[in-house]
Structures are given as structure tokens and as C-alpha cells.
């Protein structure tokens, strides 16, 4: 809710999680004066409402409740803005919220870490949006990862296109904390999600600003957009960053970044990958060759999504700390030395276990050395605690994948391990339904069958057609098109990885 007692302010300071903002307890001091408007946006305020108004006719409607963050692109209007609109139609124009967290990409200055504005309002043409300053002030002084950089806002576009969509589209009072990202480095998007963490609760909402690819073909970057699209829908940071590394190689003519404001998505991702019910849904693609001021022979890519909270009594099916992580982990590796070394299962204490790793479900034990596949069994049946499952899929790992032979001695200190805990599989009845890089496959036909794990497409940068392909024929014998008369079914995956 926006706060405006002093009372509160104290108390959301005092505690962190539940700061609110007000021009009057906290008068602006130096407002950030619009830099973008006349050049991505009107610069007039009838021109912009008018504007605004004809996006959102075009715009997605809302669909999905509880929206913990979006994802919009920040081009010019003409060209990115109905997808914009779209994103920020999937909020409840009646919500009320503590503060928006508008998280950008640098387009301007490279530094370390993230500046937050504090000296002042955002100004735009339809008026003034408070910053939470006491809020950004805190940030930046408990967190070294936080700076308030004069450079970062000054002429940057990509967080002040997206004020605007907020003062049209929501009918309740609402401040800003605007954050700018200069870095480059995964392990800084990891502090600056740390550092935001507390504050991704359903008091708040997050804003992300990223435009896709940039300057290839009209049909490659659709391609290219739709890969990207997936891997963030994933909800996981790794399958992310492997997929921009696999697009990268692949030297698409006139193609710069698949995404300019990875670094933004990134730390999205690094607070939503393990939080209980939440899903990231794509809702509108287009790009700049869409447009009619737009050239098809060079476009920019443009894909609105949300990430969306379950609702009341759904759950997810996995969650699992980080050191329930760390000891499924341990197991698997125990369990492989004693096997290896001695023949020996070890024995562990199932009593010692939490709950989640006595939970029945099935999962797959995928073994590496020195980044090269080493081993994968699992088994799909949840008939067993988890915890033995793990224990057993890691000597099958070990010893009896056909493709290798069984792991030596000399072998174990080179061996990485990974864990993917199986949901139940769904049964679908199109390749339309499964996302790449969230889904794992199993398709069957009479006593022939065979399975891909969510990542092996992340890895591979495989399309969904070369995804099934692939399955069907390197695995379950069917040859390349066996796929599309056998049994398809989808699962997800809680991976697990030393």
C-alpha cells in the first residue's frame, strides 16, 4: 500500500520489508528530469495519454492474477510499445503496491554493480512519480553492491520508458525504487538479486526492462527471440546464461545481443528460480519489422512476459533448501566413491533426512568429467523416498550406462554431479505444448521409448522439432519422425548441480 504516515515510513525502515514512500516526509531534492521523452515517447502530455490509450486497445488483455513481475521491452513507442502494454495489461490496474522495483540495463556507461536514483521525483509528462528515497538510501548503504552513479541515469532510456505504462495503466498512488545496472558479471547480479531479495514479496512488484535481439533478419530474429523466450520461461539463471552462450556461437549475420538487458533478466531469475509457485508466462512477441517505420533486413525483438504467483492452495512440486540441495548431493557422491571403490551401498540413516528428501518421486543422476557426459540413468516411477532414488540412480550413473564404461577410481575426483528431481508427467497431445529448456520429454511407442531431460535442449540449442528428432531416434529407435505417431508426454525438473 502507498504509505504516507510517518509512522509507517519508521517501521518499514526499521524492518526492511515493508517500506512505503512519501514526497512529504522526504522532499525531492534533485528530480530526474525526462531525457527520452520526444525521442522513444510523446513529449507532450495529450499526445502521450492519446498514445498510451491506443497501445493498450491493441495490448494482450490481462489474464493471470498475482503478478510478481514483468518483463517489457523499452524502444520507441512506435515500434515496442503495444508489447509493453500487453506486459503491463497483466497487472491489476487496482493494485496497490509498497514500491515498483524498475530494474534496467545500462545503455550508456559500464560501472560496477547497480545505481539507485535517490535525490529525487522521476518526472515524465504525465507528471511526477515519487522515489522511495529512505528506501534506495538503505540499499545503497547496507549493500556495497549499490551506488547511486550520476551517469547511469542522466541519459538513460531503457527505465524511463517504462514509467509512463505505470501512471496510465494503475488507478492507485505508487513510488519507485529506479535501479540501473552497469555490470556485466553474473556473480554481481547474484549480490544485487541477494540485496533485492527481501523485498520480492507480494507487497511489491518488480519492472524489467530488456529488448531481445538486436539487428538480425526478420525470420532469424524471430528464431533467435523464441529460444531466448524459453530459457527465461524456464525460470532458471544457468539455463539462460547456456542458451545466450549457444546463440552466440552460432554467428547469426548482423546479430549483436539476444538480449540487452541480460544482466536485468538475470537477476530476476536469481530471485524467482527457487521461489514456491511461481511461473514465468510468455505473453506477446513482435519486433521491429512488425512496425511500419521498421526495416525487416535488420529488426530488434521485442517479448512481454509475467511472472506469476500461484494462486491460493497450489503448490509447486519440488522446493528444496540449499542444504537439503548440498546433501542429496553428498549422497550421490558418497554412495559413487564406496560403490567404486568397494562394492559397497553405503548405508545412510533415513531418520536424519528432512521431509522433502523422503517425499517419492522420481529423478535421474547425471554424471560429467571435465564437462564431457560421463553417465545419465534415472527412473521415472515415484515408488521410493527420494533420498534412494539419489542413491541408486548414482551407482547405475556409475556403472551401468551401456555408452561408458564403469567409472574408475582415477575417475571420481574429475566427476561433477547433477540432479533432476521429476514432477509427474503430463500427457500432451502437441509439440505446441512444450517449452524448451522447462519441459523434459518422453515419448512412447509400443516397447519403445525414450526421454530428454529440460536442459539437454538448453545445452543443445536444439528447436523443439530437432528436440523430439532427435529423442526419437537417438534414443528410442524410432527414427527422426517416429516422434510424431508415438505418445508424448512433458515433465519438469528441480535440478541440482555440484
Known amino acids: 500500500m502507498y504509505r504516507v504516515l510517518r509512522t509507517s515510513l519508521i517501521m518499514g525502515l526499521i524492518f526492511g520489508f515493508h517500506s512505503g514512500c512519501s514526497s512529504q516526509d522526504q522532499p525531492p531534492r534533485e528530480d530526474r528530469q525526462a531525457s527520452a521523452a520526444g525521442r522513444f515517447y510523446p513529449g507532450n502530455q495529450q499526445e502521450l495519454r492519446s498514445t498510451m490509450g491506443n497501445l493498450f486497445v491493441l495490448a494482450k488483455p490481462g489474464t493471470f492474477q498475482n503478478i510478481a513481475a514483468i518483463i517489457a521491452p523499452h524502444a520507441g513507442y512506435v515500434y515496442s510499445g503495444q508489447v509493453a502494454a500487453s506486459a503491463y495489461n497483466q497487472i491489476n490496474p487496482e493494485a496497490e503496491y509498497d514500491n515498483i522495483f524498475i530494474l534496467?540495463?545500462?545503455?550508456?556507461?559500464?560501472?560496477?554493480?547497480?545505481?539507485?536514483?535517490?535525490?529525487?521525483?522521476?518526472?515524465?509528462?504525465?507528471?511526477?512519480?515519487?522515489?522511495?528515497?529512505?528506501?534506495?538510501?538503505?540499499?545503497?548503504?547496507?549493500?556495497?553492491?549499490?551506488?547511486?552513479?550520476?551517469?547511469?541515469?542522466?541519459?538513460?532510456?531503457?527505465?524511463?520508458?517504462?514509467?509512463?505504462?505505470?501512471?496510465?495503466?494503475?488507478?492507485?498512488?505508487?513510488?519507485?525504487?529506479?535501479?540501473?545496472?552497469?555490470?556485466?558479471?553474473?556473480?554481481?547480479?547474484?549480490?544485487?538479486?541477494?540485496?533485492?531479495?527481501?523485498?520480492?514479496?507480494?507487497?511489491?512488484?518488480?519492472?524489467?526492462?530488456?529488448?531481445?535481439?538486436?539487428?538480425?533478419?526478420?525470420?532469424?530474429?524471430?528464431?533467435?527471440?523464441?529460444?531466448?523466450c524459453d530459457a527465461i520461461v524456464s525460470n532458471n539463471p544457468d539455463t539462460l546464461l547456456k542458451t545466450l552462450q549457444n546463440l552466440k556461437k552460432k554467428m547469426v549475420p548482423n546479430l549483436v545481443t539476444n538480449l540487452c538487458g541480460w544482466t536485468s533478466v538475470l537477476t530476476l531469475l536469481y530471485m524467482t528460480t527457487n521461489e514456491p509457485g511461481l511461473v514465468i508466462h510468455p505473453i506477446q512477441y513482435m519486433n521491429s519489422?512488425?512496425?511500419?517505420?521498421?526495416?525487416?533486413?535488420?529488426?530488434?525483438?521485442?517479448?512481454?512476459?509475467?511472472?506469476?504467483?500461484?494462486?491460493?492452495?497450489?503448490?509447486?512440486?519440488?522446493?528444496?533448501?540449499?542444504?537439503?540441495?548440498?546433501?542429496?548431493?553428498?549422497?550421490?557422491?558418497?554412495?559413487?566413491?564406496?560403490?567404486?571403490?568397494?562394492?559397497?551401498?553405503?548405508?545412510?540413516?533415513?531418520?536424519?533426512?528432512?521431509?522433502?528428501?523422503?517425499i517419492k518421486a522420481g529423478a535421474f543422476v547425471t554424471l560429467k568429467e571435465k564437462g564431457d557426459l560421463r553417465g545419465c540413468i534415472g527412473r521415472f516411477t515415484a515408488d521410493i523416498p527420494l533420498w534412494q532414488v539419489v542413491r541408486d540412480m548414482a551407482i547405475a550413473s556409475a556403472t551401468e550406462d551401456n555408452r561408458f564404461l564403469p567409472v574408475t577410481v582415477a575417475e571420481i575426483p574429475d566427476l561433477t554431479i547433477e540432479i533432476s528431481v521429476l514432477s509427474p508427467m503430463k500427457k500432451i497431445y502437441s509439440p505446441d505444448d512444450i517449452v524448451l529448456g522447462k519441459h523434459g520429454i518422453y515419448l512412447k511407442k509400443g516397447h519403445f521409448s525414450g526421454t530428454f531431460l529440460p536442459q539437454v535442449a538448453t545445452e543443445t540449442g536444439w528447436s523443439t522439432e530437432e528436440f523430439l528428432g532427435h529423442c526419437a531416434r537417438d534414443k528410442a529407435g524410432l527414427g527422426w519422425e517416429g516422434w510424431k505417431d508415438a505418445e508424448l508426454f512433458i515433465y519438469e525438473a528441480f535440478i541440482i548441480e555440484e
Open 289 to 358: 519489422g512488425d512496425s511500419k517505420y521498421g526495416d525487416q533486413s535488420q529488426v530488434v525483438g521485442y517479448w512481454s512476459l509475467a511472472a506469476v504467483r500461484s494462486t491460493a492452495g497450489e503448490t509447486t512440486p519440488f522446493s528444496f533448501t540449499k542444504e537439503e540441495q548440498e546433501q542429496l548431493l553428498h549422497i550421490a557422491r558418497t554412495t559413487i566413491v564406496d560403490y567404486v571403490k568397494d562394492r559397497r551401498v553405503h548405508e545412510f540413516n533415513p531418520d536424519s533426512f528432512s521431509a522433502p528428501l523422503t
Open 104 to 228: 534496467a540495463s545500462s545503455h550508456q556507461v559500464s560501472f560496477m554493480g547497480a545505481s539507485i536514483y535517490n535525490k529525487g521525483d522521476y518526472i515524465t509528462p504525465l507528471g511526477a512519480v515519487p522515489v522511495n528515497i529512505p528506501l534506495a538510501d538503505q540499499l545503497i548503504r547496507e549493500n556495497p553492491v549499490f551506488t547511486f552513479n550520476p551517469e547511469a541515469d542522466h541519459n538513460e532510456h531503457s527505465l524511463e520508458v517504462q514509467i509512463p505504462f505505470l501512471q496510465y495503466h494503475l488507478k492507485k498512488k505508487f513510488c519507485i525504487v529506479p535501479i540501473v545496472l552497469g555490470t556485466q558479471s553474473e556473480e554481481t547480479c547474484k549480490k544485487i538479486a541477494k540485496a533485492l531479495k527481501p523485498w520480492f514479496n507480494k507487497r511489491n512488484l518488480f519492472i524489467i526492462s530488456s529488448d531481445f535481439s538486436h539487428y538480425p533478419g526478420y525470420s532469424d530474429a524471430i528464431k533467435e527471440d523464441q529460444l531466448t
